[in-house]
């Protein structure tokens, strides 16, 4: 698996390397960032969402602690919620922990050619915050919603509610990341269509 | 009952989880779409004609046209507007073909026509500006030089405004010609042009008609749009700068002007259907870097957070420009999550019920389109008949979708005086550089091996 995992590795990166020879922009941005998310998948993903799902308890927990509504048990990456005689726990899988959200972004932000790499770096990190942060907002959001509605609403909190939230300020995100810098830096000028050579035609 | 009503429920909740992003963000909004169509075909009056049809400046930039001009100076003088009341100005943009003979010719052949030939500099911009100046017709009318004009379009076109004082501005409605499209030689090329001619019907008989209904229309259409001469010669007239002059001049026309624009839904403009797919790539590269180009001019200070729910170009910028990444990542993130564990039976149901959303909404569209095109039986009738084409919209409108976000991307790096590349020549620079690099590995293992077998 190892050998076969580097040879797609070595051809990813070279395939990169030719398409930003070549001066395709766009496929050096889809290419390149699709296969940085699917490698980091592969082999980050199992090393970081065990200290990441923690991480987002431990954080959640404080809020639950300081609100008095729910505690975390970030040993075990769960959120516990606690109303009369219903409970319900919730575990952070690595769908739950935003690893994949996480990841998405690194890849898209390190192929998108607008930035520098000190940018790049500057953007990644305050991005990574920001979506972590954004995944302690949903799971309280839906932890309030389960002290308060009792476990019935739960699915609807986690799957719908939740994802609702969690989506619209990762849209933020890239809103102002990807769109608002652009439009500010988009050049304006003369425009005229490529011509096919003699010898592509 | 009750158990079967509660599993139906449950399963919907379900499922909805997976697809609770896209419904929001598209289904739910073509939905709106379709219940605002169909208000405004039932409470829509038809304008009564005037006593007077008034005198109008028919605009047609010229560039290369000599192929197209005569077909498209035929539809004018088809024309069921008085031609004694239409003044056609010709402006040439430095063609290099033989435009002006074919001018020339139809002098001869539409003598009751009038016609005015004026030289501008090259760029569609200065040439529709050249003619601004020289205009006195009460309203003012673009056309492209390569599309016909519906009979009935000028008409139809005039009567809105005479009968709305308050409208300033009209797009018309673009459609590909139907002889054309089937007249295409092969058979997946045809197919492929038909798509088009549904997407255009989509684009505006739907999507541009429900959104003059809330005022929100994006841009006009540089191949058939109107103006009160009044109106446009107070505008800071068509930008030089930018590869989309009409959107530029939509925003002029609302942002500087306050006022607004709607679609005359039944002035229809035919254009000949797309070449082939390597001019599709460019075509839509360039509506798509115009779209970022005005932005810039006219958006980039209004840019917040709170623009998304207040100005409705912030929202569109949004869709098309914000939503693109997430989605773009996540259709790969989707096959990823196959090999982690999750079911395929998730993934393939949840992109299944969202491709059976996206015809169900294209579905609806269709029908308010067949309600629009009630007064023109024969392409009604084409139209209705391509209903098997509907199913396979949402892949056509993905393909689209690549193309524009390569437009996107393209856009960043591009210099003054940019060009958008044909896909043909992307994959020629891809392959030289491959077929070098290999040449260079089998010079050196060539060499490797004779120096081996000499010693």
């Known amino acids: ?53 923690m991480a987002v308890a431990a954080a959640t927990g404080v809020i639950g602690k300081v609100t008095g509504m729910f505690h975390a048990y970030p040993q075990y990456s769960l959120v516990f919620i606690e109303q009369g005689r219903e409970s319900i726990s919730l575990y952070i899988d690595y769908e739950c ?25 500057i953007v990644n990190i305050s991005g990574l915050i920001w979506i972590f942060a954004a995944n302690i907002v949903r799971l309280t959001v839906i932890s309030v919603m389960v002290y308060f509605f009792g476990n019935n609403i739960f699915f609807f909190a986690h799957a719908i509610f939740g994802r609702i939230v969690f989506y619209g300020l990762s849209i933020l995100l890239y809103f102002y990341v990807f769109t608002r810098s652009q439009i500010i830096k988009q050049k304006v000028g003369k425009f005229k269509y490529g011509v096919l050579t003699s010898e592509n035609t | 009952m009750e158990f079967l009503l509660r599993k139906i429920l449950e399963e919907m909740l379900f499922w909805m989880a997976w697809v609770i992003i896209p419904l929001i963000m598209e289904i739910l909004p073509a939905i709106g779409g379709f219940l605002i169509l ?23 930039p010229v560039y290369n046209s000599a192929e197209s001009l005569e077909e ?55 040439a529709l500006n050249l003619a601004l100046f020289n205009s006195d017709g009460k309203y003012i009318i673009h056309i492209d030089s390569d599309g016909k004009l519906h009979p009935e379009a000028l008409k139809n076109m005039v009567e809105r405004f005479e009968a709305n004082a308050h409208i300033h501005c009209l797009t018309g409605v673009i459609l590909t010609d139907p002889k054309m499209i089937e007249e295409t030689q092969t058979f997946p090329m045809r197919l492929f042009r038909r798509a088009e001619f549904l997407e255009y019907c989509q684009a505006f008989l739907a999507g541009r008609n429900y959104e003059s209904e809330l005022d929100s229309i994006y841009t006009l259409s540089g191949a058939f749009s109107a103006f009160r001469k009044s109106t446009i010669l107070k505008t800071q007239l068509y930008n030089t700068d930018t590869v989309c002059e009409d959107t530029q001049v939509t925003f002029q026309v609302r942002r500087l002007m306050k006022k607004s624009i ?34 810039h001019m006219f958006l980039r200070d209004h840019l917040k ?120 020549e992307e994959r020629k620079r891809f392959f030289t550089i491959l077929t070098g690099d290999l040449t260079r590995v089998t010079r050196v293992i060539t060499k490797l091996r004779s120096l081996v077998n000499t010693n």
């Not at chain 2, 509907?390 to 060009?419: E, H």
Request: proline residues 5%; hydrophobic residues 50%.
């Open chain 2, 38 to 60: 169909l208000k405004k075909r039932f409470l829509h009056k038809s304008a009564k004609p005037p006593i007077r049809y008034p005198e109008i400046t028919l605009i047609i």
């Open chain 2, 305 to 424: 957070t709170e623009g998304f729910f207040k100005d409705f170009m912030v929202r569109q910028l949004t869709y098309d420009h914000t939503f693109a990444f997430p989605r773009m990542i996540w259709y790969f993130a989707l096959i990823c999550l196959m090999f982690f564990n999750y079911p395929f039976e998730l993934i393939a149901g949840s992109v299944l019920i969202l491709y059976v959303l996206y015809v169900f909404s294209a579905f609806l569209f269709y029908l308010n389109i067949l309600g629009y095109l009630g007064n023109f039986k024969e392409i009604r009738r084409y139209y209705a008949k391509k209903w098997y084409i509907l199913p396979m919209m949402p892949m056509y409108n993905l393909y689209i979708f690549w193309i524009r976000f390569a437009a996107i991307i393209n856009s960043i790096r591009r210099r003054s005086g940019w060009r958008v590349d044909p896909f043909q």
């Open chain 2, 72 to 126: 498209c100076l035929s539809s004018v003088y088809k024309s069921s507007y008085p031609l004694s009341m239409i003044h056609v100005m010709l402006v040439n943009n430095e063609s290099r073909d033989k435009s002006f003979q074919v001018f020339c010719r139809a002098q001869n052949t539409f003598p009751e026509l009038s016609m005015q030939w004026l030289n501008a500099k090259q760029g569609k911009s200065k």
């Open chain 2, 262 to 295: 709607y679609l005359c839904e039944n002035a229809l403009f035919f254009v000949d259907p797309i070449e082939n797919l390597g001019k599709l790539y460019t075509q839509r590269q360039r509506w798509q870097t115009g779209e970022l180009e005005v932005s």
């Open chain 1, 1 to 53: 698996m190892i050998p076969f995992l580097l040879a797609m590795l070595a051809a990813w990166i070279y395939l990169v390397v030719v398409l930003r020879r070549a001066k395709l922009t766009f496929f050096t941005f889809l290419v390149g960032s699709v296969g940085l998310f699917i490698f980091m998948m592969i082999l980050l993903q199992p090393l970081i969402t065990a200290p990441l799902s």
């Open chain 1, 97 to 121: 922990s935003g690893v994949i959200e996480l990841l998405a972004f690194t890849a898209l932000i390190w192929f998108f050619p607008l930035y520098n790499t000190m940018e790049k770096l």
